[in-house]
C-alpha cells in the first residue's frame, strides 16, 4: 500500500530510492469526501520510457479507494505476458517492483560493453530479487554459456567458477531455451533434466530471454529450499529478462558490429599489405633484372671506354681525337642510365666520394631539360666546396626532380635552379622551382610515398627515389609551404666537404714504378681492356677469369719469387669464385696482399667501404684510363 498523506499520494518520486531520479511528475487527488459525487478521480499515469532499450514502458497507476479511503496502485510493464503482468498488478507491494525495476533498468543504461551488462545484469538480479543464485546464460551457436553470474559460481569480479556450456534441448536451461517458456520448479530432486552445478540447489528458476521473437539467453536461478521461488519471482525475473533482453541485443549487436567492421580494416590492411608485398617483390624482381643488365652493360662500356682511351693515346689520335672524344662522353652517359636504372629499381647504399655539387647540378639539370621548351634559371653560389656524395645518385635526384618540374608545368614554363649555403652552414641547400600548379594541400603529405602518383603515366617512385637517397646521404628533400603558383623542392644536403683522397689529381701525382698486377675479371672483353690500359701504363699484367684461378696464380707468383704488387678482382664471377671470397681466402694466406675492387653493381656496399672486405681501392665500372692511373697509384703507394 501507498502511503498516506492527509489524504494525498505521494508524488512517485518519494518512492524512489534516495538520490534516484523522478519517474514522472506529482500528481494529486482529491480527498475521500470530494468523491461523493460518485465520480472517482483521475488516477494519476505515472510513465517511464526507456529509450535507450527500446520501447519498453514502465507505469504506475494510482489511486484513491473511495470506499475505503485507502490509495490503490499497480505496476504495469510492457512486453510481457498478460499473465505476468497480472502477477505484478497482484502484488502485495507493486511500489517495491517499481523502485526494483527502475533500479534495474538505471544501472542497466550505465553499462556500454557485453561483458559489462551481462554481469551487471546478473548481479543486480541476484541482489534485488535477493536470490542466492543467479547465472546469465547467452545463446551462442555451440550451446548455452555461462556469462556472468551472481553468488556461489561468482568468486572474484567477472570471473566465473568452473564454467559450463549446455546443449540446447539438454537440462532445465536447455529446454527453456529451446520452447521459450519460463519454468519454476519446486524440488529439482524429482526432475531428471536437473543438472548439477557450482550450487547445488533444491528448486529452480530459469526464465527465457526474449527479443523480437527471438531467443537470446536464459536467466537460471536456484535456491537452497524446497519451492524456493514463488509466483512473485518468477513475475519479477521475467520483467527484469524482459527489461534486459533488448539491451543484451542492441550491445551484442554493436559489438558484433563492430568486430565485422574490424575484420573489414583487417582484411582490407591486409590486401594493401599483400599489394605491398606484391609491389616489393615486382621491384626486387627488377632490382635483380637491372642490376644483372648494369653489371653486363658496364663490362662492355669498360672494355669500349677503355680502348678509346687506349686509341687517344695513339699517334695517329690527333686526325680523330674529337670523335674519339665525343665517343667517350656518350659511353659515360650510357653508363648513368645503367646507374639510374639501378638506383631507381632498388637504389643502394651510396659510393661516396668529392664533386663539385655545381658542376654535378648543372650537367644532371641541363640533360634532364632537354627536348622541352622549358627556360632555365640557374644561380650556384661560388662560395660551394666539395662534397661527400655520390655522384650518380644526387644526379638521378636532380633529375627526377626537373622532370617532376616539367611535367607538371606541361613541359612550357620557367624552371628556378638555385644551390646555395644558408647561414650557419650545416647544410647546403638545391631548390628546385616551378610555374605549374602547385601541390593540393590535402595530397603534400602523401608525395614522397612510394607508388603514389596523381599522373596517369607516372609510376610514383620519382620523388620516392629521390627522398630515399637523399636521406641515404644524410640530408632531407622537403616540399616547400605554398604561398602561391607553383611547387618548390628543396634539397638540404651535409655541407662538410668530402675527403680529398691523397693525390687526387694525376698530374700531381709521382711516378709510379712498373708493378706486377693480377687482373681477376669473367668479362672477356673487359679484362681485355683492363689488362691493355695497366700495361699502357707501363705495368706487367697477367689475368684469370675465376676466383680460384687467381688465388692459384698469386700463390705460384709468390712461390717463384716474382709475387703480384696488386690484384684488381672484379666481384661477381658467375658459376665461379668471385672477389669478394677471393680476397678473404688471399688474406688469410698473405695479410699484406693489395687489391682494388672493380665492379659493375655500382650499388654494391663493398664499394662504398672496400676497407672493410679487404681491399685498399675501388673502381666503378665503366672507368677510364685516368680513374685507374689514379686509383692504382693510390694503392701501390699505400
Same mark, same amino acid.
Given at each position: 500500500? =501507498?502511503?498516506?498523506?492527509?489524504?494525498?499520494?505521494?508524488?512517485?518520486?518519494?518512492?524512489?530510492?534516495?538520490?534516484?531520479?523522478?519517474?514522472?511528475?506529482?500528481?494529486?487527488?482529491?480527498?475521500?469526501?470530494?468523491?461523493?459525487?460518485?465520480?472517482?478521480?483521475?488516477?494519476?499515469?505515472?510513465?517511464?520510457?526507456?529509450?535507450?532499450?527500446?520501447?519498453?514502458?514502465?507505469?504506475?497507476?494510482?489511486?484513491?479507494?473511495?470506499?475505503?479511503?485507502?490509495?490503490?496502485?499497480?505496476? +504495469?510493464?510492457?512486453?510481457?505476458?498478460?499473465?505476468?503482468?497480472?502477477?505484478?498488478?497482484?502484488?502485495?507491494?507493486?511500489?517495491?517492483?517499481?523502485?526494483?525495476?527502475?533500479?534495474?533498468?538505471?544501472?542497466?543504461?550505465?553499462?556500454?560493453? +557485453?561483458?559489462?551488462? &551481462?554481469?551487471?545484469?546478473? %548481479?543486480?538480479?541476484?541482489?534485488?530479487?535477493?536470490?542466492?543464485?543467479?547465472?546469465? =546464460?547467452?545463446?551462442?551457436?555451440?550451446?548455452?554459456?555461462?556469462?556472468?553470474?551472481?553468488?556461489?559460481?561468482?568468486?572474484?569480479?567477472?570471473?566465473?567458477?568452473?564454467?559450463?556450456?549446455?546443449?540446447?534441448?539438454?537440462?532445465? &536451461?536447455?529446454?527453456?531455451?529451446?520452447?521459450?517458456?519460463?519454468?519454476?520448479?519446486?524440488?529439482?530432486?524429482?526432475?531428471?533434466?536437473?543438472?548439477?552445478?557450482?550450487?547445488?540447489?533444491?528448486?529452480?528458476?530459469?526464465?527465457?530471454?526474449?527479443?523480437?521473437?527471438?531467443?537470446?539467453?536464459?536467466?537460471?536461478?536456484?535456491?537452497?529450499?524446497?519451492?524456493?521461488?514463488? #509466483?512473485?519471482?518468477?513475475?519479477?525475473?521475467?520483467? @527484469?529478462?524482459? /527489461?534486459?533482453?533488448?539491451?543484451?541485443?542492441?550491445?551484442?549487436?554493436?559489438?558484433?558490429?563492430?568486430?565485422?567492421?574490424?575484420?573489414?580494416?583487417?582484411?582490407?590492411?591486409?590486401?594493401?599489405?599483400?599489394?605491398?608485398?606484391? !609491389?616489393?617483390?615486382?621491384?626486387?624482381? *627488377?632490382?635483380?633484372?637491372?642490376?644483372?643488365?648494369?653489371?653486363?652493360?658496364?663490362?662492355?662500356?669498360?672494355?669500349?671506354? %677503355?680502348?678509346?682511351?687506349?686509341?687517344?693515346?695513339?699517334?695517329?689520335?690527333?686526325?680523330?681525337?674529337?670523335?674519339?672524344?665525343?665517343?667517350?662522353?656518350?659511353?659515360?652517359?650510357?653508363?648513368?642510365?645503367?646507374?639510374?636504372?639501378?638506383?631507381?629499381?632498388?637504389?643502394?647504399?651510396?659510393?661516396?666520394?668529392?664533386?663539385?655539387?655545381?658542376?654535378?647540378?648543372?650537367?644532371? &639539370?641541363?640533360?634532364?631539360?632537354?627536348?622541352?621548351?622549358?627556360?632555365?634559371?640557374?644561380?650556384?653560389?661560388?662560395?660551394?666546396?666539395?662534397? #661527400?656524395?655520390?655522384?650518380?645518385?644526387?644526379?638521378?635526384?636532380?633529375?627526377?626532380? @626537373?622532370?617532376?618540374?616539367?611535367?607538371?608545368?606541361? %613541359?612550357?614554363?620557367?624552371?628556378?635552379?638555385?644551390?646555395?649555403?644558408?647561414?650557419?652552414?650545416?647544410?647546403? *641547400?638545391?631548390?628546385?622551382?616551378?610555374?605549374?600548379?602547385?601541390?593540393?594541400?590535402?595530397?603534400?603529405?602523401?608525395?614522397?610515398?612510394?607508388?603514389?602518383?596523381?599522373?596517369?603515366?607516372?609510376?610514383?617512385?620519382?620523388?620516392?627515389?629521390? =627522398?630515399?637517397?637523399?636521406? !641515404?646521404?644524410?640530408?632531407?628533400?622537403?616540399?616547400?609551404?605554398?604561398?602561391?603558383?607553383?611547387?618548390?623542392?628543396?634539397?638540404?644536403?651535409?655541407?662538410?666537404?668530402?675527403?680529398?683522397?691523397?693525390?687526387?689529381?694525376?698530374?700531381?701525382?709521382?711516378?709510379?714504378?712498373?708493378?706486377?698486377?693480377?687482373?681477376?675479371?669473367?668479362?672477356?672483353?673487359?679484362?681485355?681492356?683492363?689488362?691493355?690500359? $695497366?700495361?699502357?701504363?707501363?705495368?706487367?699484367?697477367?689475368?684469370?677469369?675465376?676466383?680460384?684461378?687467381?688465388?692459384?696464380?698469386?700463390?705460384?707468383?709468390?712461390?717463384?719469387?716474382?709475387?703480384?704488387?696488386?690484384?684488381?678482382?672484379?666481384?661477381?664471377?658467375?658459376?665461379?669464385?668471385?672477389?669478394?671470397?677471393?680476397?678473404?681466402?688471399?688474406?688469410?694466406?698473405?695479410?699484406?696482399?693489395?687489391? /682494388?675492387?672493380?665492379?659493375?653493381? #655500382?650499388?654494391?656496399?663493398?664499394?662504398?667501404?672496400?676497407?672493410?672486405?679487404?681491399?685498399?681501392?675501388? $673502381?666503378?665500372?665503366?672507368?677510364?684510363?685516368?680513374?685507374?692511373?689514379?686509383?692504382?697509384?693510390?694503392?701501390?703507394?699505400?
Amino acid at each position: 500500500m =501507498y502511503p498516506r498523506d492527509k489524504g494525498r499520494l505521494r508524488c512517485v518520486n518519494q518512492l524512489m530510492p534516495q538520490g534516484g531520479e523522478s519517474v514522472g511528475q506529482s500528481s494529486e487527488c482529491k480527498r475521500a469526501g470530494d468523491c461523493a459525487s460518485g465520480r472517482p478521480p483521475e488516477p494519476p499515469d505515472l510513465r517511464l520510457t526507456y529509450s535507450a532499450i527500446g520501447d519498453r514502458d514502465v507505469r504506475l497507476k494510482g489511486g484513491m479507494d473511495c470506499e475505503n479511503n485507502n490509495p490503490s496502485a499497480e505496476v +504495469v510493464l510492457g512486453g510481457i505476458s498478460p499473465e505476468h503482468e497480472e502477477l505484478l498488478a497482484q502484488l502485495s507491494k507493486p511500489e517495491n517492483a517499481l523502485r526494483c525495476l527502475s533500479c534495474f533498468s538505471r544501472s542497466m543504461l550505465r553499462q556500454n560493453t +557485453v561483458e559489462d551488462l &551481462v554481469w551487471d545484469i546478473a %548481479g543486480q538480479a541476484g541482489r534485488l530479487l535477493r536470490f542466492e543464485d543467479c547465472v546469465l =546464460y547467452l545463446c551462442e551457436p555451440h550451446g548455452l554459456v555461462q556469462a556472468a553470474a551472481f553468488g556461489v559460481k561468482n568468486p572474484r569480479r567477472h570471473e566465473i567458477q568452473s564454467p559450463i556450456v549446455i546443449a540446447y534441448g539438454d537440462g532445465i &536451461v536447455g529446454t527453456v531455451a529451446v520452447t521459450g517458456r519460463a519454468e519454476r520448479i519446486g524440488d529439482v530432486r524429482l526432475d531428471p533434466r536437473y543438472i548439477v552445478d557450482e550450487f547445488a540447489g533444491l528448486s529452480e528458476l530459469a526464465i527465457p530471454i526474449i527479443f523480437e521473437d527471438q531467443i537470446i539467453g536464459v536467466l537460471d536461478s536456484e535456491s537452497s529450499r524446497l519451492d524456493g521461488f514463488t #509466483a512473485e519471482d518468477e513475475a519479477l525475473a521475467t520483467a @527484469v529478462a524482459s /527489461i534486459a533482453a533488448p539491451r543484451i541485443a542492441t550491445a551484442r549487436a554493436a559489438e558484433e558490429c563492430s568486430r565485422a567492421e574490424q575484420a573489414l580494416l583487417n582484411i582490407e590492411q591486409e590486401h594493401l599489405q599483400r599489394e605491398e608485398q606484391l !609491389r616489393a617483390e615486382r621491384l626486387e624482381s *627488377l632490382g635483380v633484372l637491372a642490376g644483372g643488365i648494369a653489371h653486363d652493360f658496364n663490362n662492355l662500356l669498360t672494355a669500349i671506354i %677503355g680502348n678509346l682511351c687506349l686509341a687517344q693515346l695513339e699517334p695517329t689520335a690527333a686526325e680523330n681525337g674529337e670523335l674519339l672524344a665525343e665517343a667517350e662522353r656518350a659511353c659515360e652517359r650510357a653508363s648513368k642510365l645503367t646507374q639510374q636504372l639501378l638506383t631507381f629499381s632498388k637504389g643502394g647504399t651510396p659510393v661516396k666520394e668529392s664533386a663539385d655539387l655545381g658542376e654535378l647540378l648543372e650537367e644532371s &639539370v641541363q640533360f634532364a631539360l632537354r627536348g622541352f621548351n622549358v627556360a632555365l634559371e640557374l644561380e650556384v653560389d661560388a662560395g660551394l666546396e666539395t662534397l #661527400a656524395l655520390d655522384r650518380d645518385q644526387v644526379s638521378h635526384v636532380f633529375h627526377n626532380l @626537373v622532370l617532376n618540374a616539367v611535367q607538371a608545368m606541361g %613541359g612550357v614554363g620557367q624552371l628556378k635552379v638555385e644551390a646555395r649555403l644558408p647561414a650557419g652552414g650545416a647544410e647546403v *641547400l638545391v631548390s628546385f622551382t616551378d610555374e605549374g600548379p602547385g601541390v593540393p594541400e590535402e595530397l603534400r603529405g602523401r608525395i614522397f610515398e612510394p607508388y603514389f602518383t596523381t599522373r596517369e603515366e607516372g609510376n610514383g617512385m620519382g620523388l620516392a627515389s629521390a =627522398y630515399s637517397i637523399v636521406r !641515404r646521404h644524410g640530408g632531407r628533400l622537403v616540399l616547400e609551404p605554398g604561398d602561391g603558383g607553383g611547387a618548390c623542392f628543396s634539397v638540404y644536403l651535409p655541407a662538410a666537404a668530402g675527403e680529398v683522397r691523397q693525390g687526387q689529381q694525376v698530374s700531381e701525382l709521382r711516378p709510379v714504378a712498373p708493378a706486377h698486377i693480377l687482373v681477376l675479371d669473367d668479362d672477356d672483353a673487359a679484362r681485355t681492356a683492363i689488362v691493355r690500359m $695497366l700495361e699502357s701504363l707501363g705495368h706487367r699484367v697477367e689475368s684469370v677469369p675465376e676466383g680460384s684461378l687467381c688465388i692459384e696464380a698469386f700463390e705460384q707468383a709468390f712461390r717463384g719469387h716474382n709475387p703480384f704488387d696488386l690484384v684488381v678482382m672484379d666481384l661477381a664471377i658467375p658459376g665461379g669464385l668471385g672477389g669478394r671470397e677471393a680476397i678473404r681466402r688471399l688474406r688469410a694466406i698473405h695479410p699484406g696482399v693489395r687489391a /682494388i675492387v672493380a665492379s659493375g653493381y #655500382a650499388d654494391d656496399p663493398i664499394l662504398s667501404q672496400p676497407e672493410h672486405f679487404g681491399f685498399m681501392g675501388r $673502381l666503378r665500372k665503366p672507368f677510364r684510363l685516368i680513374e685507374l692511373e689514379r686509383e692504382v697509384g693510390l694503392v701501390l703507394r699505400g
